[in-house]
């Protein structure tokens, strides 16, 4: 299931790098940028933000990227320890 959604999101960015947005809100970037560093990491979600519209790269944005990278470093350290 996860790379079923995983192939979904890396669709909508391929499709957002051509140009081809409706009318889109600040929290449908939100979302995508959440669901892109769950499935795809830091860098992916980086490249993203690249292709944002500048006046969507505010607070809502960037405190979601804040809100999920922590997550997604606790998630990876929790891994990490639990194979020990």
């Not at 890396?10 to 809100?25: D, K, M």
């Not at 979302?31 to 795809?40: E, G, I, K, N, Q």
Request: proline residues 1%.
């Amino acid at each position: 299931m996860k790379s079923n959604f995983c192939s979904t999101i890396a669709h909508f960015v391929e499709w957002i790098g051509r140009g081809e947005l409706l009318n889109f809100e600040e929290h449908d970037y939100a979302y995508h940028l959440d669901s892109l560093v769950r499935c795809y990491g830091i860098e992916a979600a980086q490249k993203y933000i690249e292709r944002v519209p500048k006046s969507f790269r505010n607070g809502v944005l960037y405190e979601t990227l804040l809100l999920v990278v922590c997550i997604w470093l606790m998630s990876r350290r929790h891994t990490k320890s639990s194979r020990r």
